[in-house]
């Protein structure tokens, strides 16, 4: 990916440890389905892992600027889907990134960026809004998964970002639903722009908004401190296929 920052707004503290182990219970929980329900059972993170995996942000990121460079030129290489890999699965995922992208049809991560099973944790909606479910399946991936890199992927001509600019400026009451989306990428609005190019520069500031949001996150916070996680913001362009990151 090529290169191209401002501070969210930060959840209350003191209800963090409690949902941090709920969440923790549920889903240590959910991983160890595929290999039973018997006390003991090992969790999927800590299953040897046969494959060669990126294990610090600088190298996951080559690996995501890698595949969507095969993506751009057509030399998709489909990995990891043989058999072999399928029941690898069965014991484990080894996930080296979570990606959080918009729910748009045109921006599908693992075709992307040219990735297979188990090599991506996908978490996806609309703008790439953030919500409790959202962020705490992020957390999940990094703090039980050790995931080293959190990508927020936003894209050109985002539908989501467009409703919210244009009921901005119209004063339309968008339904129930996504007027909560409205609400949340609202903060984003670049209003130094008109018509499309507002709602082209909106799409970046909403990008960075999450980004910062989830990087001011204290559990996230330490591991960026610590050189163990990145959270990276990058913009996918549907005319050429290509992934760049925003600083």
């Known amino acids: ?34 290999t039973g329900l018997a ?26 600027a890698a595949g969507n460079a095969r993506w751009r030129a057509f030399r998709e290489e489909h990995p ?3 058999r072999t890999v399928r029941q690898e699965l069965v014991s484990g995922q080894h996930p080296f990134a979570v ?25 996806r909606s609309a703008g790439e809004v953030l919500d409790e479910a959202v962020l705490g399946s992020i957390a999940y ?16 001509s985002c539908g989501a970002v467009r409703a919210t600019v244009e009921a901005d400026e119209s004063g339309e009451r ?9 609400d949340q990428i609202g903060p984003a609005i670049d209003r130094t722009q008109e018509g499309d190019a507002r709602v082209d520069s909106t799409i970046d500031a909403q990008i960075r908004l999450v980004r910062d949001r989830l990087r001011a996150e204290p ?3 330490a591991k960026v401190s610590a050189g163990e996680l990145a959270v ?11 992934v760049h990151r925003l600083t």
């Open 99 to 123: 990606v959080l992208g918009c729910i748009d049809s045109r921006v599908p991560p693992e075709l992307v960026f040219d990735q297979g099973l188990g090599d991506l944790m996908t978490v």
């Open 141 to 156: 991936g990094v703090l039980e998964l050790g995931i080293p890199l959190v990508l927020v992927l936003g894209h050109q």
């Open 80 to 82: 990891h889907e043989s």
């Open 1 to 34: 990916m090529t290169s191209d920052s401002s501070a969210g707004a930060v959840r209350p503290a003191e209800s963090r440890p409690a949902r941090r182990l709920v969440l923790r219970g549920a889903l240590t929980g959910a991983a160890a389905l595929g």
């Open 232 to 242: 990276v913001g990058a913009r996918y362009e549907l005319t050429n296929q290509l």
């Open 39 to 64: 006390v003991g059972v090992v969790p999927a993170s800590a299953v040897p892992n046969s494959r060669p995996r990126p294990t610090t942000p600088a190298a996951a990121l080559r690996e995501l």
């Open 219 to 221: 559990d996230l916070a």
């Open 174 to 182: 968008l339904p129930a639903h996504i007027r909560y989306l409205a």
